[in-house]
């Protein structure tokens, strides 16, 4: 299983940026999708989650201002709307099965730099 993930980059202060994260190869028990992140010196955080119901789940921090939301079963995307520069961090896709040798896979992160 292979997670893809795309979309990063720097925007100022109140901007919007959307991830993306598409998984691939052995999808078949594939479950629960999401997006952490991890702040330089912090841990890492779950910032959205979304269940194959389309159930979400928000950490009080991104209330109102993040989306997710899920295309297939496999894809995922986080639209992120007026960014703070404590949202800066590398966000990570994971993607939950409920069979198999790995019950979590993560895709590699990409990073979101948010300028004041």
């Known amino acids: 299983v292979q997670l893809v993930e795309s979309g990063g980059g720097l925007v100022q202060t109140g901007g919007s940026l959307r991830l993306s994260c598409a998984a691939s190869?052995?999808?078949?028990?594939?479950?629960?999708m999401g997006w952490y992140r991890q702040a330089p010196g912090k841990q890492r955080e779950l910032v959205a989650a979304?269940?194959?119901?389309?159930?979400t789940n928000y950490a009080d921090s991104v209330k109102g201002r993040f989306t997710i939301s899920r295309s297939a079963k496999n894809t995922v995307y986080l639209q992120m709307n007026s960014l703070k520069p404590e949202d800066t961090a590398v966000y990570y896709c994971?993607?939950?099965?409920?069979?198999?040798?790995?019950?979590?896979?993560w895709g590699q992160g990409t990073q979101v730099t948010v300028s004041s």
């Open positions: 979304i269940t194959l119901g389309g159930n």
């Open positions: 190869g052995s999808i078949f028990s594939i479950n629960g």
């Open positions: 994971n993607a939950d099965f409920t069979s198999g040798p790995v019950s979590r896979y």
